[in-house]
């Protein structure tokens, strides 16, 4: 789809910039919460993103490049192109944003997020957890998220903007298997898709450590929370070389000195929706692997 508008770039930036669209022109444009186009401007190709947010107004980022070759405060000519890319994978981004913004949330409520809470994400990757604990938090506590992955933050930090949310914290590691939060200071923390990976430094597993660190950081009657998948506990092994299974690390974490909680359905495996040969094959949401949330109590 192509449209043409006549519009100024803002003459005023702070930062990241933001340009409303007229309504007008644009409605005729998917209404997905982001998407890749590709803006024309003085005949140049620019490829931005453009955000719809619920006021229905149409955001297109306007990169560092544009400010720097077309200026602040220009009258330009604009056409808009939605990509080849949009088309094949809008609908899973859609799905991925819409289940984040609503299912996550309740199935973080039922994890037992409540108001007020402070909660730590450790190997929060691009947030898909982050944003519904920050959601079931009702604008009140805190979410830290943890990652040493600094690009995966900053699309945490957009997200953050897009939905308006003001209470996520973001901390950039260097993969070390510590936490670098005080004892008892979190309400519950999240270790999802994470325990099957090995500390950067020592080629040592995360987990062993990470229980301990997660039982140092919880308040008492913390809850620490764990996914896992199928796929990834197939590739743990124990100590002793032989396969790791759900029961292990079950009993693992009973052995910190946890209490078993609750099991909540319905945790998702977004790994495939970071593939880009997955996303070029047509990847959908119901394709992604399934996992059982298991909650433990301090
Ligand atoms: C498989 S992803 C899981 C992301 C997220 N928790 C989810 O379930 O969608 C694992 C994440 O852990 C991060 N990670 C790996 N080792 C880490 C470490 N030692 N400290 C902090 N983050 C780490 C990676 O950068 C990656 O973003």
């Given at each position: 789809m192509v449209i043409k508008l006549k519009t100024t770039i803002p003459s005023k930036d702070k930062g990241r910039l933001l340009m409303p669209l007229p309504y007008d022109e644009t409605r005729v444009l998917d209404k997905l919460p982001t998407q890749k186009v590709i803006a024309v401007i003085n005949k140049k190709k620019y490829t931005c993103n453009l955000f719809y947010k619920e006021d229905d107004i149409f955001y297109l980022h306007i990169t560092r490049l544009i400010k720097k070759e077309v200026g602040l405060g220009s009258r330009v000519s604009l056409t808009l192109e939605t990509t080849e890319e949009n088309e094949e994978t809008?609908?899973?981004h859609n799905d991925v944003l819409d289940w984040e913004t609503s299912k996550c949330k309740h199935i973080m409520k039922e994890v037992g997020i409540k108001e007020n809470d402070t909660i730590a994400d450790f190997g929060c990757g691009y947030g898909h957890y982050t944003i519904g604990c920050a959601l079931a938090l009702e604008n009140?506590?805190?979410?830290?998220?943890?990652?040493c992955d600094s690009k995966a933050l900053k699309w945490i930090n957009e997200?953050?903007?897009?939905?308006s949310i003001n209470n996520i914290e973001t901390i950039k590691t260097s993969g070390e298997s510590t936490i670098s939060l005080p004892d008892s200071s979190v309400d519950v923390i999240l270790l999802y898709d994470?325990?099957?990976?090995?500390?950067k430094n020592t080629g040592k597993s995360l987990a062993p450590s990470l229980y301990k660190e997660a039982y140092r950081v919880l308040k008492k009657n913390g809850i620490l929370s764990i996914l896992n998948f199928i796929s990834d506990v197939k590739t743990m092994k124990m100590e002793n070389n032989q396969q790791m299974t759900f029961d292990d690390i079950h009993n693992d974490i009973i052995n910190v000195g946890f209490s078993f909680s609750h099991s909540v359905e319905n945790g998702v495996h977004f790994d495939w929706y970071h593939s880009s040969y997955r996303l070029k094959k047509g990847l959908l949401f119901s394709q992604l692997e399934?996992?059982?949330?298991?909650?433990?109590?301090?």
């Open positions: 809008n609908k899973i009140t506590g805190k979410v830290i998220a943890i990652d997200k953050e903007k897009m939905f994470i325990l099957h990976i090995q500390d399934k996992g059982v949330i298991q909650n433990y109590i301090k």
